[in-house]
């Protein structure tokens, strides 16, 4: 009996030397040493990752030049510039939705004016021939506002829907490699007959190496997801007003 616990002691501590040997690099190491159904998701995650922190520092640029440029935008239209001016100067807006928004309005308004000079002013102002707007064509233009809108508002969402899968799949991404850690564990208990650190150390490791990786990804990807998603909406709102205006101004000069 002496020697059997002699032996499952030498065991024991042929382990744990092993392991403190496995683990002693740190996180690196406690990596390099995991098992493959580990790396396999480690892997997914590193994926998840790249991808997820390549939309969001994107999305920072485009959004950081759309804000800019709105407000430059909208600050030029309240001043009461003409409308030809203003369609002159829209090259200096190129990543405002407000601005693309109001080329689609004032492109279908001459349009429907019949002008021959695109670049001209509303009616009263313009060379060549022209019509008076009517409702119909209000409400056309007023149409085609929306459907500017909603394309401009969709095109600053795209990609999001990525970051929002990432912050709801990765953390159980990393519970799965959690699960499967704790099995191995219970199955090295099973094969040494001992709940001893040496049985379930390896498999623990992989278990929160996995849970803290999926944590990883999930975190930065929920907090920009929020974040562009209220920047969107108040530029959003901002691209409702402008439209109301415009169709205002339109109506107005329609009279």
Known sequence: MEIMDIFLNNQISAAI????????????????????????????????????????????KVLRKARKETDKFLKMFKEGKNLSDIYLSLSSFSNSPVAKVFMSGYTELIKRQKIKNPKAMLKGQSQGSERNIQVRDVKAIEALLKRSVSKE??????????????????????????????????KSIGVMGSASIAGVAPGISEALIATAAGLAVAIPAVIAYNYFVSNIRAIGAKTDDFSAEFISIIEWDSV
């Open 17 to 60: 030397i092993d392991i403190n040997r496995d683990f002693s690099g740190g996180v690196a190491g406690m990596i390099a040493h995991t098992g493959w159904m580990a790396k396999f998701v480690l892997i997914i995650l590193l994926f998840f990752s790249i991808w997820s922190w390549a939309i969001i520092l994107h999305k920072l």
């Open 153 to 186: 508002i969709a095109l600053l969402e795209k990609a999001l829907n990525f970051l929002a899968t990432t912050a709801s799949t990765t953390p159980f991404i990393g519970l799965f490699g959690t699960v499967w850690g704790v099995m191995n564990s219970f």
